[in-house]
């Protein structure tokens, strides 16, 4: 690896640079006193220069400039080292590539003081020169460092020999660790700035940055962003001393005769970080080339040719002049095609490593990943603001809150505002949702999409409940259930008249939940699966992850004739009506069943025909069975089944005319003596395990026993279940666990 003082191979240690840019006198002299505008220059524009590396020890720096030994002592030497003489080792020296010129300077220092010569600086020259299609080097670094950037393997931070982290942008190549702690977030730099001074501050500083590129070539278009310093985002990666170093330049904030003075300076520093995101744009296209020449060819040469624009020469405004311009005419004869760039050519050996170029493409698409999703964790942050506002506003603030997406859904509406150009685009103003009023173009562009929604979903509910209904019918009338075919225009009627008829009760198709009305069903999904999308299948999203309880629409429809006949008016048939009547306790089970008056949520028509459905169970798993009447004394010892769920005895509608307090259902409950019995009995009961009625194990055969046998742990509803199922009192032995 290099030694410390090989300044122009690599370049300082990352805390050295940090100590550089940011360093104690850097902070006395910015935070401390104003400066005049010449003083500052030299610093501001440090950045676009080569860093000097900085040794060990404490008096000594090195430059490019530093004095090299004499030829003769080179040449003696170099004589000693490897018997091979001077002039004969530098012709061989300009056939080799420039990853044999690194690793020629690694291996002495007499190699390497013989090389980083500025007299031999055209060995390095040519070796770049005939890599085929590589873009020049730039003005601003010396070749050396150039070739150990591109070619290289050891990390810029800490010499490890792994070091396949690289962004040609901010210039650096490093191992995973280093490229992460030195690599970073904009935000995590301006969190500390008040909010009132950040946007200022960020506007300011990012355009005079370079960010890291990661340019996607399957994608170009939106790749093209970051070479304008304009678009620069708050969620981009900079190289962390260069952006303590800057941000500690404007803060605190110049005054306005700085900026006034500045402003030469400032446009021309924003067009050099242009032409260095540019020129790191064709690096990372060069490496695409040369990994996949095949593929990558068609996309190297678009890119050099959009490169040619003059929006990537030089930023426009009112009162621009050519003064502004960083130039690089070697960068712009390379891009126009009038160097004398040898082509690639696949036959031939690849100028970088495939092993090489095969890990850097991994690390490039993981750097890709990180930064992507930092945008993205920073864009819904920003845009969760938004929903609630825009949620408030007409016409979204008429829809009901129970009919909305849940989140999951909802946030895919914001998708194209969130991802678009790769999380970079703005839509305007969502860059400070705190101080501006939503855009009305925005509010309806967002209230139509989440609009649809409601209606969406009752169309495909109707749909899936007509044709569960025709095919319930099919049944009835011919014995046997017959699949008909569904309509793909969706239900006849009005698709929230159907979703709101009696038999519209529909389970969940991720927890299978139910049954649930709508829109029940659709706070379901808002509560229960917030962070999942309701539409499930394939892409086309037609289906909803709720189905119609086919179980169900039988039994609502013989409970709804049952209520038809004791005087159910027609205006009342829908689920809504029915709701309000079993609240007012005018529809009801005479049952005495105490569970339907203990449950947790409110008791509604859903929850009433699930109630006759589960007894109607109950009555189908059990072999044994004897209705109107009681066990004689004969079968006293023989456990018994009662049916308590005639449809017709149980199910009451009372009129309006009649009152509901002297009719209404007397629900089962347990005598003192007996709830203490049970209820010791129930303490006796295993954690793991379950109280069971022996009685229905009797009466169940083996291959129908399920959870029905399983008591509730209430005393009043075991002895309903004694005395409405089985006929008979509470007694220890009837319950097992």
């Known amino acids: ?83 091979l003489p001077l002039d004969v080792f530098l012709e061989i020296a300009y056939e080799v590539t420039p990853l044999d010129l690194i690793n020629l300077a690694q291996t002495s220092k007499t190699l390497r003081r013989l090389l980083m ?48 982290w690289v962004d040609y942008a901010l210039r650096l190549r490093m191992c995973v660790r280093c490229y992460k702690a030195n690599v970073i977030v904009g ?152 160097d004398d760039t040898p082509e690639l050519d696949p036959a031939e050996p690849k100028p970088k490593p495939t092993k090489q170029l095969a890990r850097e493409r991994r690390a490039f698409e993981r750097r890709e990943e990180l930064e992507r999703n930092a945008r993205l964790r920073a864009r819904v942050r920003e845009v969760a603001e938004w929903q609630k506002k825009i949620h408030s506003q ?5 829809i009901a809150p129970a009919e909305l997406p849940n989140a999951y859904t909802n946030s895919r509406v914001w998708d194209p505002f969130v991802c678009g150009g790769n999380a970079r685009d703005p839509f ?29 979903v009752m169309r495909f509910l109707a749909c899936q409940l007509e044709r ?68 499930m299948g394939d892409a086309t999203e037609t289906v909803y992850g709720a189905g119609v309880w086919e179980d169900g629409v039988r039994i609502a429809q013989n409970v709804l004739a049952v209520l038809i006949e004791n005087g159910l008016p027609k205006n009342k048939r829908d689920i809504g009506s029915l709701d309000g009547l079993i609240k007012e306790g005018r529809v009801f089970c005479s049952c005495g069943d105490p569970e339907m008056e203990t449950r947790e949520e409110e008791f509604g028509w859903a929850e009433l025909v699930c109630h006759v459905f589960m007894h109607l169970k109950y009555n189908s798993l059990r072999t044994k069975t004897i209705t109107a009447q009681m066990p004689d004394s004969s079968m006293v010892d023989i456990p018994v089944w009662l049916d308590d769920h005639d449809l017709t005895s149980c199910i009451k509608y009372l009129r309006a005319s009649r009152d509901t307090t002297s009719e209404a259902p007397k ?21 793991t395990s379950k109280p069971a009625c022996l009685l229905c194990d009797r009466l169940t055969p083996d291959d129908k026993k399920d959870d029905t ?28 666990f």
Not at 135 to 157: H, I, Q, R, S
Not at 394 to 398: C, K
Not at 717 to 725: E, P
Request: glycine share 4%; aromatic share 10%; charged share 30%.
């Open 1 to 83: 690896m290099f030694e410390e003082d090989d300044f122009h191979i690599r370049p300082e240690r990352v805390d050295e640079r940090l100590a550089a840019l940011a360093g104690e006198s850097f902070d006395k002299q910015l935070g401390l006193t104003r400066r005049k505008v010449n003083d500052v220059q030299a610093e501001f524009l440090e950045a676009t220069k080569p860093r000097q590396s900085m040794s060990g020890r404490s008096d000594a720096t090195h430059s490019i400039d530093r004095e090299m030994p004499s030829a003769l002592n080179l040449s003696t030497r170099v004589r000693t080292s490897s018997d």
């Open 394 to 398: 007409p016409p979204l603030a008429q």
């Open 667 to 687: 629900h089962v409950t347990a005598d003192k003596a007996t709830r203490e019995r049970i209820e010791g009995l129930l303490g006796q009961c295993p954690e």
């Open 117 to 164: 010569s500025k007299k031999n600086r055209a060995v390095w020259t040519s070796a770049l020169g005939d890599v085929p299609e590589f873009p020049p080097c730039p003005t601003d670094m010396c070749e050396p460092l150039y070739a150990a950037l591109v070619f290289g393997k050891y990390c810029f931070g800490c010499g490890v020999g792994d070091a396949f």
């Open 468 to 535: 569960s209904e025709a095919r319930s019918k099919d049944a009835r009338t011919t014995g046997k259930k017959q699949p008909t075919a569904g309509r793909k225009n969706g239900a006849k009627q009005d698709a929230r008249d159907v979703v709101r008829r009696p038999t519209a009760l529909f389970y969940c198709k991720e927890c299978e939940d139910g049954p649930l009305a709508y829109p029940a069903i659709n706070v379901h999904w808002q509560k229960a699966h917030a962070d999942k999308s309701v539409w």
């Open 709 to 736: 046998l399983f008591l509730s742990d209430s005393a009043d509803a075991i002895v309903y279940h004694m005395q409405a199922k089985h006929g008979k009192h509470f007694e220890e032995k009837d319950v097992v």
């Open 187 to 338: 935000s995590q730099v301006l969190k500390s700035v008040p909010q009132h001074s950040r946007n200022m501050i960020r506007d300011a500083v990012l355009m005079l940055l370079p960010s890291a590129n990661t340019f996607d070539f399957s994608d170009p278009v939106p790749s093209f962003d970051p070479i304008n310093p304009l678009s620069h985002h708050i969620e981009d990666f900079y190289f962390k001393p260069e952006f303590e170093a800057m941000f500690r330049f404007f803060w605190p904030l110049p005054v306005v005769e700085d900026i006034t003075e500045l402003r030469p300076l400032l446009r021309t520093r924003v067009n050099y970080v242009m032409t260095r995101q540019a020129h790191a744009a064709l690096l990372h296209a060069w490496d695409n080339y040369c990994f996949e020449p095949s593929d990558g060819e068609d996309g190297f040469a678009d890119i050099k040719s959009s490169l040619q624009s003059p929006e990537f020469s030089q930023l426009r405004g009112r009162d621009w002049d050519k003064s502004a311009l960083y130039s690089d005419p070697a960068f712009t004869a390379y891009i126009w095609g009038k």
């Open 428 to 456: 305007d103003p969502l860059d400070r949702p705190g101080e501006i009023e939503p855009d009305p173009d925005l509010v309806q562009r967002v209230a139509h999409s989440v609009a649809e929604y409601p209606g969406k």
